[in-house]
């Protein structure tokens, strides 16, 4: 390498914490599972952008009975923990929810409280039935519990990045999830 370009990823990446084909199994036994509970029932699946952008792209595929797709984008308040639940749609949906099934769909829970507002939000659109589905869920910082019917992994205490999750808005493009260890001075 030459002074002049640029390492492909800076030395922030730590090890692989799952790979892209333990992911696609995940997705798979969601999709499955999915399919058996909703067969017959007019479901909409709502995500956040952009996290779960390729979340939500692979569990739409291994989908197998009709459903369609709609996106909300939010902004959060507040520098606190306390106050990150705070947010604001930024986009709406597109699609009205009433007298429907609708699952959200969501990347990573922490602490609860974008799930908890978002399901809050939902819930008064009067539909049918609302359940969660989430990809990692990391309990230890919960702060708001949350119902989640669909659940891909259990994750401990680690930030991690990849796969549509991000930070400071790089390495969504990752294939597998990584645990992301920056430079302590960086932080
Ligand atoms: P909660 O409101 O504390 O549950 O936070 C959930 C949101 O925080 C997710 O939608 C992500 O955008 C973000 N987030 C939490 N943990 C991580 C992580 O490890 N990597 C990337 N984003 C994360
Ligand atoms: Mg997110």
Redesign the pocket.
């Known amino acids: 390498m030459n002074s002049t370009s640029l390492p492909p990823w800076p030395g922030d990446i730590g090890p692989v914490f799952l790979t892209e084909e333990q992911i696609q199994q995940a997705v798979n036994r969601l999709g499955a599972q999915i399919s058996q509970d909703y067969a017959g029932k007019d479901l909409v699946m709502v995500g ?1 952008l952009k ?1 779960v952008l390729f979340f939500i792209a692979d569990l739409l595929r291994a989908i197998t009975v009709p459903v369609t797709v709609d996106f909300l984008a939010i902004a959060r308040y507040g520098p606190s923990e306390q106050t ?2 705070v947010v604001h749609l930024t986009k709406d949906l597109n699609e009205p929810l009433d007298g429907r099934h609708v699952l959200f769909v ?10 908890h507002f978002i399901m809050r939000t939902l819930r008064l659109r009067q539909p049918a039935s609302l359940k969660a589905c989430v990809l990692l869920n ?1 309990n230890r910082r919960r702060i708001i519990d949350v119902d989640l019917a669909y659940v891909g992994f259990e994750i401990p205490d680690i ?3 990849g796969y549509g ?2 930070f400071k808005e790089q390495y969504r493009n990752l294939r597998n999830i990584v645990k992301f260890e920056p430079d302590e001075t960086a932080r």
């Open positions: 956040i996290g990150r639940g969501e990347d990573i829970i922490d602490t609860g409280l974008t799930t990391r930030y991690v990045v999750l991000d």
